[in-house]
């Protein structure tokens, strides 16, 4: 079987990679394209894909002639919604998207589209696709994914929306703008697609009041199960860090995206106090998408406290939490691997307007206040940081967040793919039979009646 996964950003390639390479594993062809940044391609888990067998990378650019991949840059350019923002830029953008509009739009999705899912399928009429969880806010226009769906679904292909993340809240109204608890129409358009995958049912909640129970399967997370961490180990580059040999206890931070509520303010005074401690190195790691545009890592004092750092863009959370002892959480997915190795994350859920879903599954992880920081890093120093969950609890969070189903997820992710590989054919197989049993049902009642 083939399949066409499309990655789009950083997030993208942390989960959807332990599927791709199961995939392959388990015998199967991958046509793995690139669609964000073209410094992916230098990406050590991209390089990790290209070396299996049975795996193609490329970057959109190299598949499509260079006036094409212009044009479709150029109409990918006039429907991002980040664009639009831009003022003076934003306009103009808004004013070619009317002038240039779907109709005109069309043969430049189809021809590309064409292209990419020729280069995959042209030997085969069974196989899948597969995006990340696209939304209405895309980098990518929901306009082309649509496009490239259907053209997949015309040539009896699946279609399949897999996990870009998890769930870090417990509850609903998470960003700004967000003031009543109601469904969130940012979801809608995962309706294009045969099936939704989701880690768990928190991130199911999102798209149930559009979508049926069928369409939604609830998996576990390929990013956090024991089988892709332990490959992981492997893989990950070591942190290049300069470690202060005087430090005795060494904390991360891990900060959301600026559309998110938190309470900036607070967080700066918090790295003031953690960075009064003798013997504590901070880094501070702002999100992987927009960080630089966050308030606190803007703050030029913080280059004056010699044991804070804000750690650079290249820099993977992966390697930043191997180095940790301690991670302070403001509501990122990215540390529910530090939960699995019994690293101390501390759900800093005052300093933002969220309820983390660390704090829900484990209330001993919760700060709910300045004193329990004081106090936590205190005891970290002086009696270490062993036994610091409750291990009931901590079960509970990796059963129903991440192990749902059972420990072996990656098996769960390839049986639905080559599922929804053969669900077309299937479902014609058993539309001929039932034409071919009632034809036969009829012919024998015309029979009975003498009508031939």
Request: net charge positive; with cysteine.
């Amino acid at each position: 079987m083939k399949a066409l996964f499309f990655l789009r950003h950083y997030n993208d390639i942390d989960h959807i990679t332990p599927v791709v390479a199961k995939w392959s594993e388990s015998g199967h062809y991958a046509d793995v394209v690139l669609l964000g940044h073209a410094k992916f391609l230098n990406d050590y888990r991209i390089k990790y894909l290209g070396s299996l067998d049975r795996v193609r990378i490329a970057h959109i650019r190299e598949l499509l002639p260079s006036l094409e991949f212009l044009q479709w840059r150029l109409q990918t350019f006039l429907l991002i919604r980040g664009v639009k923002r831009i003022f003076l830029v934003g306009k103009l953008a808004e004013m070619l998207a009317r002038k240039y509009d779907a109709r005109k739009r069309e043969p430049i999705w189809r021809s590309t589209a064409e292209r990419l899912l020729k280069r995959t399928f042209a030997d085969t009429d069974e196989g899948v696709i597969a995006f990340d969880w696209v939304t209405s806010v895309s980098p990518v226009p929901i306009e082309w994914i649509e496009t490239i769906v259907t053209m997949a679904k015309e040539r009896k292909l699946g279609a399949v929306s897999l996990p870009h993340g998890d769930s870090p809240h417990a509850n609903q109204l998470i960003r700004h703008h967000e003031r009543a608890i109601k469904p969130n129409t940012l979801y809608a358009d995962a309706k294009i697609f045969d099936k939704l995958v989701v880690p768990n049912e928190l991130c199911a909640i999102r798209f149930r009041p559009f979508l049926s129970n069928q369409a939604i399967a609830v998996l576990g997370s390929p990013r956090y199960c024991d089988e892709w961490l332990n490959k992981l180990a492997t893989l990950s580059p070591p942190p290049r860090l300069n470690t202060n040999p005087d430090t005795r206890l060494r904390i991360v931070m891990f900060l959301r995206k600026r559309e998110f509520t938190t309470f900036w303010e607070e967080v700066r005074i918090i790295v003031d106090m953690i960075a009064a401690f003798p013997g504590v190195e901070l880094v501070i790691k702002p999100h992987t998408r927009g960080g630089w545009r966050q308030p606190l890592t803007d703050n030029a004092s913080l280059r004056h406290l010699p044991n804070v750092s804000v750690a650079e863009d290249s820099m993977h959370s992966i390697s930043l939490m191997n180095w940790a002892d301690v991670i302070i959480d403001l509501a990122t997915s990215v540390v529910f691997e530090a939960v699995k190795a019994k690293k101390p994350v501390l759900a800093a859920d005052y300093l933002h307007a969220g309820r983390s879903a660390l704090a829900h599954f484990m209330p001993e992880t919760e700060l709910k206040c300045r004193d329990d920081v004081y106090k936590l890093i205190d005891r970290f120093l002086t009696t270490g940081c062993d036994n610091f969950y409750v291990e009931e609890h901590r079960r509970r969070f990796i059963n129903e967040m991440l192990h749902v189903g059972g420990a072996d997820v990656l098996p769960r992710y390839v049986a639905l793919l080559e599922e929804q590989a053969r669900w077309v054919k299937i479902e014609e197989a058993d539309e001929t039979s039932k034409q071919e049993e009632s034809r036969s049902v009829w012919g024998q009642i015309k029979a009975l009646c003498g009508l031939y």
